[in-house]
Nanobody, 118 residues
Framework: QVQLVESGGGLVQAGGSLRLSCVAS????????MGWYRQAPGSQRELVAS???????SYTDSAKGRFTISRDNNKNTIYLQMNSLKPEDTAVYYC????????????WGQGTQVTVSS
């Protein structure tokens, strides 16, 4: 079973930056795409950014130009550098990983809280 552990969340003022990390452990060879979702209170979970094994990236429109996702396959770690943070970025951020062999099989981290004050 793949396990994901996030870190790096916290409280920051609007305009500030945070860097989230997600470390994968277990049978990581089965992992393909990884990325980040977020969920604000009363809202649905939203895909923020993703990165493939080949480092192809994708972002939701609200993250483009402000967030950067990266991946270190040697460390089984992905990162989300978040700049120019806005209060509407406040949410719990969840790391996920997709199983390359089992279609639709997701692995999830426990989530890390990001709070942006105005």
């Amino acid at each position: 079973q793949v396990q994901l552990v996030e870190s790096g969340g916290g409280l920051v003022q609007a305009g500030g930056s945070l860097r989230l990390s997600c470390v994968a452990s277990g049978p990581t060879v089965i992992i393909n795409t990884m990325g980040w979702y977020r969920q604000a209170p009363g809202s649905q979970r939203e895909l923020v950014a993703s990165i493939s094994n080949g480092h192809a990236t994708s972002y939701t429109d609200s993250a483009k130009g402000r967030f950067t996702i990266s991946r270190d396959n040697n460390k089984n770690t992905i990162y989300l550098q978040m700049n120019s943070l806005k209060p509407e970025d406040t949410a719990v951020y969840y790391c996920y990983a997709l199983d390359r062999f089992i279609s639709g099989r997701y692995y999830w981290g426990q989530g890390t809280q990001v709070t942006v004050s105005s």
